[in-house]
């Protein structure tokens, strides 16, 4: 039984050209047509939303197990994204332009994360990962595999029944049978492109080689898709300059950089029943843990200094505490301390007001996302703002974790994702625990905490905000894209 080889032959469906190959793709060749700005945003945006996904199921539950899958089916069904490749019934026939799309949005997201490792590791490791979820729903169907090896001329040949009778002993001693040796494919592969199945020992090892079932060949293909994803990140990374030329593409692949791929809040309208006094309660159910650290911060202090001013002023904003109210708010604090109301109105009314847009260049500024809060302005002595999950030391979140009312065993999974610098899932996991909910909500905002929790106290249904690619413009422009 050899599988894969052969030549690549091409067709086009609608307006862009492609392989016409199995569900499982290798992405070998970019994309070539024209697609309209608001679509080529909005598919990008959708499959970040689907790599987002999975790295936050990937997160909670064990890879490849039942309930990781069963999860990862529930959601991918709500999100609706490639449903005839991802979601649908086997004898369902795939798309054709969720083919199309598959491929588009995959190599627009080439462009945002090729640009550095940290990037370039996300983005592999989620593309690998939805790979992974694709094979495992046509594993078990050899015609498509077959397809897909030879679509991209990959071959392998079977061990002889001399040479597997060399090894017959040890994969009798993993617990093959004689029987089941004699009825089995072995491939010989290098170890190195098989380190999972090292790993959980499920491979027999020999002078440096795996002897890989037909079953367990995921690995493999798993393996070449890694790292023919990431040589061609290396490649494109040294054009990216020339592609972002066009200010429209510089501006999306910048809002997929940051994962600021929802609302930013600047425009949110002021809410009256959000006044000074309702703050402290909101704080305890409802502030995400950096925007609690600073209300707890001023009301003991009477004090922020700037930065921590600006981060939590502009939240303040963004949930809908209105002006006056703010104003309110930030006087009776400072007046507490050491800042008389005169010299509060001389020096920092002003600033509350400009950040409002209500002077200077009447500017809504715009609340700072997690990226920005994480990356930016690093806190020092006697500073509060930041993200927690970062930049506090550890023994000091672990207490912080459960003065918060967090468990000893919810508090050590928490700890586990912020160890691991994967400070928003963190801050996920803190949000899941606190609202005691299984619901799958990506924490990229503040402000988008304090929505979502809101909604769970209010029991209200989750309803998708209007993403960045609604509100730009519609234009033409040609998809231009070199491995």
């Known amino acids: 039984m050899i599988i894969g080889g052969g030549r690549k032959h091409e067709t086009i469906a ?55 899958l069963s999860k990862l089916d529930t959601e991918l069904r709500k999100l609706g994204f ?31 994360f090729c640009q550095t490792e940290e990037l370039k590791r996300w983005f592999i490791q989620q593309e690998v990962d939805l790979f992974r979820y694709k094979l495992s729903r046509i594993q078990n169907d050899t015609a498509v595999i077959e397809k897909f090896l030879h679509d991209n001329n990959l071959v392998y040949v079977p061990i002889s029944d001399q040479e597997k009778e060399t090894i017959a002993d040890g994969l009798i001693d993993m617990g093959s049978s004689f029987n089941q040796i004699k009825n089995t494919h072995y491939f010989k592969i290098n170890f190195t492109e098989v380190l999972e199945l090292v790993k959980s020992r499920r491979v027999y090892l020999k002078n440096g080689f795996a002897y890989v079932t037909i079953s367990d060949f995921g690995s493999v293909l798993t393996h070449v898709f890694r790292t023919r ?3 061609s990140l290396s490649t494109l990374s040294r054009h990216i300059k020339e592609i972002e030329e066009d200010q429209r593409i510089s501006d999306l692949l910048k809002i997929l950089r940051e994962r600021d791929v929802g609302d930013n809040y600047s425009d949110t309208a002021a809410r009256d029943h959000l006044t000074a006094e309702s703050l402290d309660s909101l704080s ?18 009477h004090h922020l200094r700037h930065y921590g001013r600006l981060q939590y002023l502009l939240f303040l904003k963004g949930i809908g505490l209105p002006l006056e109210e703010s104003l309110r708010f930030w006087r009776t604090e400072f007046s507490k301390g050491s800042i008389p109301v005169d010299k509060f109105e001389k020096e920092y009314a002003y600033n509350i007001r400009h950040s409002y847009g209500k002077e200077g260049k009447r500017t809504s500024y715009t609340p700072y996302s997690c990226l920005k809060i994480i990356t930016s302005h690093m806190p020092g002595n006697n500073d509060y703002h930041g993200c927690p999950f970062k930049h506090f030391e550890r023994e000091f979140l672990k207490q912080k974790l459960r003065q918060y009312g967090r468990t000893q065993d919810e508090t050590n999974q928490i700890m586990d994702h912020a160890d691991s610098n994967n400070y928003q899932i963190a801050c996920q996991r803190y949000f899941e625990f ?50």
Do not use: W
């Open 434 to 483: 606190s609202h005691k909910t299984d619901e799958l909500v990506p924490v990229n905002h503040p402000n988008q905490y304090f929505e979502q929790s809101m909604r769970l106290l209010n029991g209200k249904p989750r309803q998708a905000r209007p993403s960045q690619s609604q509100t730009i413009k519609k234009e033409h422009i040609k998809i231009e894209m070199t491995l």
């Open 14 to 68: 609608k307006n862009v050209k492609r392989e016409i190959v199995s569900p499982l793709l290798m992405y070998n060749s970019p994309p070539d047509g024209r697609l309209e700005f608001d679509e080529f945003a909005s598919v990008a945006i959708e499959r970040f939303s689907v790599l987002q996904m999975f790295e936050t199921i990937g997160a909670r539950y064990m890879k490849g197990g039942n309930d990781y």
């Open 284 to 301: 305890i159910k409802s502030f995400p843990m950096c925007m609690r650290n600073l209300h707890e911060a001023l009301k003991t202090n």
């Open 229 to 231: 994803l990431s040589k």
């Open 82 to 112: 490639l449903k005839t490749i991802l979601c649908s019934a086997k004898d369902t026939p795939i798309d054709e332009a969720e083919l199309n799309k598959d491929i588009v949005s995959h190599f627009i997201l080439r462009l945002a």
